[in-house]
């Protein structure tokens, strides 16, 4: 009871503070959210959109279940999780964050999945896409497509990392159940596809629609949390909160050997990738070594940001936050450890010159490889607001129909 009135008095005030603290500097806050904003319609919402859409029609059609029979014998005795889950696996390292927890909390839903299964499937299934770390990372901030070989190879050694430490997790019990070796066959997974188009009822007009629905209603989900985060982030430096954990920062970056000018850069990445990842590129007094295993621990850790867009979508299911909250800290360890072990046999080999990493403008057009992820990356900034805005018309005249049916249907 006791606990529970402490949270209690702890959140309140919280919010409190923040809400006096936006009164206080309504322009910072303002700049915050819009900078959140822009994020969100340039980049975030046209990614994701066409992988949330196609993952719910797959779904939908029962394509999920034909991979998963396939994939059973894989997923099932390397990560203890059903073969479906080589799907959520897939869509998450090719979308980004925080798709595998919607895909995963979507097949809870259906009881494709039982519960400890699903809390290890989200805890590996959690990853930055290629795009973000080639073009916005590696080019955008670094001024380096080298760069985003060593830390795309780190990310995702830590996250297969984080799937086989995450095997052991939940009951021995309901492993011997499930951990069943069966032969790979076409037949039972045509079957399997089948039967589950079957068991969904609606038509495909109906399946399409409510897939732009709910795909758009997650969007505008992450978008908040994106916005509000982005206001926490820059209220925390302006109360000095920022700077009075700096200093604990400094002491354990320099107990594990890192430079202590990237303890701000380290506090902003902790709360989001981005913000913390484009600090760290712009330290000048340390070296690129230290600023690509700090950047590594920021992808892996994933920021509060998109914790708390997980625990959300998480939220409506039985699947606990905790197991994911842990895989994240493990990820962020393990893809630092990677960048540290590959740097000399990834890395230095492929240095052309001894120039400072940032000695080029943002996004140089001269840089030879990754130009294409960093053209990619520039073209979403340019065409992604006008994707947004059409999306959201879209949605409105299909939530508008949606109601109608309720209404008089």
Known sequence: MLKSKIKTGVLASSVTVMAVSMIIFPQESLD???????????????????????????????????????????????????????????????????????????????????KIEAERLVSFTNSSNPIFIFGAVAVGFFHNAQLGILLAIAHYLGIISVGLVMRFYGSTEETKINDKKKKPSIR????????????????????????????????????????????????????????????FIQYLLG?????????????????????????????QETNLLHQAIIVSFFLGFSGFSIQAQVASLLAPTDVRFKPFFISRILHGIFASMYAL???????????????????????????????????????LTQLGPLITIFSLFVYIILYYKKMNRGLYG
């Open 32 to 114: 915050a959210s819009i900078r959140g904003l822009n994020m969100w319609w340039e980049i975030v919402f046209p990614s994701l959109l066409p992988f949330f859409i196609v993952s719910e029609l797959l779904i939908g059609f029962g394509v999920v279940k034909f991979i998963g029979v396939l994939l059973e014998p894989l997923m099932r005795p390397v990560f203890r999780v059903p073969g479906v889950g080589g799907f959520v696996w897939a869509m998450s390292m090719a979308s980004g964050t925080p798709s595998g927890a919607k895909l995963t909390a979507r097949l809870r839903q259906e009881d494709q999945i039982t």
């Open 188 to 247: 039972d997974a045509l079957s399997a596809l089948h039967k589950t188009r079957i068991k969904d009822e609606r038509p495909i007009g109906q399946l399409l629609g409510d897939a732009v629905l709910s795909s758009i209603n997650t969007l505008l989900m992450i978008g908040g949390f994106i916005i509000i985060f982005s206001v926490i982030n820059k209220l925390l430096y302006l109360l000095g909160i920022t700077a009075f954990l700096a200093g």
């Open 255 to 283: 107990v594990i050997g890192l430079d202590e000018a990237l303890s701000m850069a380290f506090i902003s990445g902790l709360f989001e990738i981005t913000m913390g990842s484009q600090m760290a590129s712009q330290v």
């Open 341 to 379: 072990l590959l740097w000399k046999p990834l890395y230095l080999p492929f240095i052309q010159t001894d120039e400072p990493s940032n000695a080029m403008p943002v996004m140089n057009r001269l840089v030879e490889e990754g130009t294409k992820m960093a053209d990619f990356h520039l073209s």
